[in-house]
């Protein structure tokens, strides 16, 4: 309200008709400041989500070429041992020291192996896979662990690998 309606108010004249077309448009140009100004919004939290989309990208890039890296040696080796021994070379024990230098590696980035093998223990299907498709145990039935279980950082990748126990302690099937 202006100096001018003040006026006319106190005077007790009567208040002129409201301008419906300079409201109408007023109201137009503000609707169309709104719509730019939330574009802008839009444009502006694509292009931040695209720029941690980069950045989760080549920070993962960069973990997984370091591990590479220091996983590059021994699988070179391992690679050269694979090819010896498929030209009829006689086995040697660098694999397994090979394989124990990988298993390091992997342990330091927060691979973990859960499981003794040869141990009999209770099944449990959140736990243990049966490597046999014909039979699965109940919970509670002793198995034998074959193959270990492997966990990256606390999250299961791979459940330990058993067999149904025949009694013998988990000799036999070997």
């Not at 448009?25 to 931040?48: D, F, G, N």
Request: charged share 25%; proline share 7%.
């Amino acid at each position: 309200m202006g100096l001018r309606d003040l006026w006319r108010r106190l005077r007790g004249e009567p208040a002129p008709a409201p301008d419906w077309k300079r409201e109408a448009s007023l109201l137009r140009q503000r609707v169309h400041e709104l719509e730019t100004q939330l574009e802008q919004a839009r444009r502006h939290l694509e292009y931040a989500r695209q720029t941690e989309q980069n950045r989760t990208a080549a920070t993962t890039d960069a973990l997984l070429e370091s591990l590479l890296l220091e996983l590059a040696t021994p699988l070179s080796q391992l690679g050269a041992q694979l090819h010896l021994a498929a030209q009829g070379a006689p086995p040697t024990d660098a694999p397994l020291k090979l394989a124990r230098q990988i298993l390091r590696t992997l342990e330091a980035w927060g691979v973990t192996l859960e499981g003794t093998l040869g141990a009999v223990e209770p099944y449990h299907p959140e736990r243990h896979m049966p490597l046999s498709a014909d039979s699965e145990p109940h919970i509670g039935q002793p198995v034998v662990v074959r193959l270990q279980g492997v966990f990256y950082k606390g999250k299961r990748l791979r459940k330990i690998g058993v067999e149904c126990d025949d009694g013998d302690g988990g000799t036999s099937g070997r």
